[in-house]
């Protein structure tokens, strides 16, 4: 046992290294009584840095040059890598004329179909009247004269803020959600859904109107996920008639989960995929609650994760790759 209280109630620092009583500093190496530093590798007494890898004592992989990226990580921006998968879409697969145009921004498929009967569309010099014509990337597709140009497409997220409209124009002059992603591009963009003026959350605009059919239909599933603050403890009751399902509009609204994340029932969790208007508000107000704060935290698989109340991004390849093979 050592004496703690020896040396007049004073505790002596244990050394390091003791040689024939005399205190000395631990070397990191030793070899034949010098003192050296510890190299990070030692081949036939050699001093080197060590190789990242070594499958032998005679073979070594060389080290990456420096600032060379990983493939294609960090080579092109995630703008550049979308642009350049459209520059390579196959100019012998046709398209319906109507989408063709929408994906130009210069109007929506529905009203496409009236300019084609109107009778102002022409392709590759001849006028066009009938529903339903197919065209080729590489055609020559003018509206009033004007040639028609496709847009590359575009995909934002955005954290949309209360007191904004999910609309691409409002008639009152309220601020809307296209007013905040103005400067993000020129394209035509629209919201992908809705969210009332004052629910905040996960919001997706684009001009991908493929995309956008598939996240708006119902038969496609996509998960949504809210954060939920009641007016009042939700009951036990109310609770129990809330998973069983609620009746709107004749149709059974059951939701995926339904867990209180803060440890009191006035704060709720609700993941659901239907895709009625205010579901979320309208299942609380059946059983005698109002939602004082709805906040959508996930859509289709995105979240709001690193994006500021109000603040926007583009979506990565990766995840508009996911969205497109439907793994929400």
């Known amino acids: 046992m050592f004496d703690n209280n020896s040396n007049n109630g004073e505790r002596r620092p244990r050394p390091r290294f003791h040689r024939d009583g005399e205190q000395l500093p631990r070397p990191h190496f030793h070899r034949e009584g010098e003192q050296l530093s510890r190299p990070h590798f030692h081949r036939e007494g050699e001093e080197s840095s060590r190789p990242r890898f070594s499958r032998d004592s005679e073979e070594r992989r060389p080290s990456r040059p420096y600032g060379k990226p990983k493939r294609n990580n960090g080579l092109y921006s995630d703008r550049k890598q979308q642009n350049n998968r459209q520059q390579h879409e196959d100019p012998t697969k046709p398209i319906r004329l109507n989408k063709f145009l929408a994906n130009a921004g210069i109007c929506s498929r529905r009203e496409a179909d009236d300019f084609i009967q109107a009778g102002v569309i022409t392709v590759n010099g001849q006028v066009v009247d009938n529903l339903g014509v197919k065209v080729l990337p590489t055609d020559e597709v003018r509206f009033h004269d004007q040639p028609v140009r496709r847009e590359r497409k575009v995909y934002i997220l955005l954290n949309k803020p209360k007191n904004t409209v999910t609309t691409t124009d409002d008639p009152q002059e309220r601020h809307t959600v296209i007013d905040i992603v103005r400067s993000a591009c020129a394209e035509r963009i629209y919201p992908v859904g809705r969210l009332d003026r004052n629910t905040t959350g996960v919001l997706l605009l684009t001009n991908d109107g493929d995309l956008a059919a598939k996240l708006t239909h119902p038969k496609f599933h996509k998960k949504k996920i809210y954060a ?33 994340p803060k440890g009191d029932r006035k704060h709720i969790g609700l993941e659901i995929h239907s895709g009625q208007n205010r579901v979320v508000r309208r299942i609380f107000e059946k059983v005698g609650y109002k939602v004082v704060n709805l906040d959508r935290v996930s859509f289709a698989g995105l979240t709001k994760k690193n994006v500021g109340r109000g603040k926007w991004r583009f979506l990565t390849p990766k995840e508009v790759a996911f969205l497109q093979m439907g793994q929400f």
């Open 228 to 260: 939920v603050t009641l007016d009042k403890e939700l009951d036990e009751v109310d609770e129990a008639i809330i998973r069983a399902g609620v009746v709107l509009d004749d149709e059974r609204i059951m939701p995926d989960a339904l867990e209180f």
